[in-house]
């Protein structure tokens, strides 16, 4: 009774030990598969959040380069895109039907075509005239401004793929 006892006993703490040692196997593997994903989704969220700071950089050194190109100061080129924004929005809560809002589009499209086409045309004809102060629009801008724009440009062409 005694050797039973005793085969019992060591049996039981094999079978112990065995579901012991897989429990903790388990629970290894659940952490580290949690470890993994928790990690996976901080790395998207942080590679999101650099995209989303690239683009808002280069947003604002696209805005620089268009004031800057237009002869106005950043505030100034910012309130006259907040005026014609104001314009659209204007025109658009003034249509009644959805013709009128179409129309409404095309001719703040063609105003906005209409201005580039002035700005090309200054940009070819006008030659660079330094002695009245006058450059070409495309030369207005800074060289440190194009290197900024250019970076920014690859800073989100890298973070946001």
Known sequence: MFERRVTRQ????????RILAASIV????????????????VGTRTQQSLCGEAKQTLKGVEVQA?????????????KAEEDEVA?????????????EVDRAIEAHAASIEAKNAVI????????????LEQ?????RIP??????????????SVSCT
Do not use: C, H, M, P
Request: proline share 0%; aromatic share 8%.
């Open 120 to 131: 090309d045309a200054e940009v070819d004809t006008r030659g660079d005239q330094i002695f």
């Open 66 to 78: 268009r004031a800057l190109a237009a002869g106005l100061t950043v505030d100034d080129y910012a």
């Open 26 to 41: 388990v629970a290894l593997i659940a952490t580290t598969t949690y470890g993994l994903f928790y990690w996976e989704a």
């Open 135 to 139: 450059r070409l629009k495309k030369q």
């Open 143 to 156: 060289v440190d401004v194009k290197q900024q724009l250019l970076r920014a440009a690859k800073a989100v």
């Open 87 to 99: 314009a659209l929005i204007r025109a658009l809560d003034a249509a009644t039907n959805e013709a």
């Open 10 to 17: 060591a049996f039981e703490s094999v079978a112990v030990k």
